[in-house]
């Protein structure tokens, strides 16, 4: 595309917050002599801005800068905070010190890299563990991403997965403090952790990470409060997931449950509780209320209907049906680890009072 006059491309740089889409058509036309201070600062707004994966959005749109205001542009990275991963990455995968075709070059393969990282491909797929490979493979974007895990405790579990199909010393020496304090929150970041078993090599230092998550997940699942819910009920199971499908016999003009929801109790989980309701109106379904909440916390109660523990949960639904002037269905969606006689005794339990029985 034909470059943009020096007045054109920096008038269109002004403001990016409030003119999108000639900010973005500026970027694939910045001529070589724009104010490379104004270009690197449009730039890194679209970090910032973007509400739609920011950083890949920023990879893909700042693929054609002129070397002047890449230079720029990776001056500015230190100074951003928090630190960021893909700032660390940045500054760690594209060499400040070469020509203007090389640094150009290497900030194009940056970009690319950055992109490999937040792909859509499922998480175990070949296309996905393809990227990842081709990154472990390559000594540089390695040694970024391994700077980028150590530099942002946040760093995106795709990083991670670079590090522990590498398996090396140095890659699980990144990985370490991630691994340490998954352990001593015994969070759902254990969980993520554990994902990484798909891409791993087996290498002695990775299999003893993944080892240590694996008992810690053990040993925080055994104490989960919701094995001890289980036993209170009758049940004795070694994990306790269930997933109730809430919704009312009442329906809205466009023939859909007009309250919808759902309870989510599991022992692998350390948010073991999880509860939400909604209730939509309308033609078109449109939510005009809701209430959402954890064990650990209340999300929302736009409904007014407050919140309980799992062994009160029956009394809950019952009142919610009461307030809000509806009937739950009588079979109700139910998923997860109950089966045959135990899924019914569940059942019976948590709807008997909404029943009336």
């Known amino acids: 595309m034909k470059p943009l006059s020096r007045a054109d491309a920096e008038d269109r740089l002004r403001n990016p917050g409030e003119r999108r889409e000639a900010l973005l058509e500026a970027l694939q036309r910045l001529p070589d002599d724009v104010d490379a201070e104004l270009a690197a600062d ?19 749109q700042g693929r054609r800068l002129p070397a002047p205001v890449i230079r720029t542009l990776l001056s500015k990275l230190p100074t951003l905070t928090p630190r960021r991963w893909w700032a660390v990455f940045l500054l760690e995968a594209v060499p400040a010190d070469v020509g203007d075709e090389e640094l150009s070059d290497a900030w194009l393969a940056a970009l690319g890299a950055l992109l490999d990282l937040q792909t859509t491909y499922a998480w175990g797929s070949k296309q996905r563990k393809a990227k990842f490979k081709a ?10 991403i391994q700077a980028a895990v150590v530099g ?17 010393e140095a890659s699980v020496d990144a990985l370490v403090p991630r691994f340490s304090r998954a352990h001593q929150e015994a969070s759902a970041l ?17 299999e003893a990470l993944l080892s240590s998550v694996k008992a810690r997940l053990e040993d925080r699942n055994a104490k989960s409060p919701a094995l001890d819910f289980a036993r209170s009920l009758g049940l004795e199971v070694k994990r306790f997931s269930v997933r109730v499908g809430l919704s009312s016999t009442a329906l809205t003009a466009s023939n859909i449950p007009r309250v919808q929801g759902s309870i989510t109790i599991d022992s692998s989980r350390p948010t073991w509780l999880s509860v ?21 916390q209340v999300w929302s109660d736009g409904l007014g209907l407050g919140t309980c523990g799992a062994a009160e949960l029956p009394g809950w639904l019952a009142r919610a049906q009461t307030t809000l002037g509806v009937t739950w269905t009588a079979q109700p969606f139910l998923g997860g680890t109950l089966r ?17 029985g």
Request: proline fraction near 5%.
């Open 340 to 356: 045959g006689k135990k899924r019914d005794v569940f059942v019976e339990w948590l709807f008997r009072p909404s029943r009336g």
């Open 152 to 168: 942002d405790e946040d760093a995106p579990l795709d990083l991670l997965a670079v590090l522990a199909i590498d398996g090396t």
């Open 42 to 60: 449009a730039v890194l707004s679209l970090v910032s801005t973007s509400s739609y994966h920011p950083v890949w959005h920023f990879a893909r």
């Open 276 to 296: 939400h309701l909604a209730v939509l109106e309308g033609r078109g379904g449109a939510r005009t209320g809701g209430t959402s909440f954890t064990n650990e």
């Open 135 to 144: 990154l472990a493979a390559n000594p540089r974007f390695l040694a970024a």
């Open 190 to 206: 254990l969980d993520q952790l554990e994902m990484l078993k798909t891409h791993a090599t087996s290498t002695a230092p990775m």
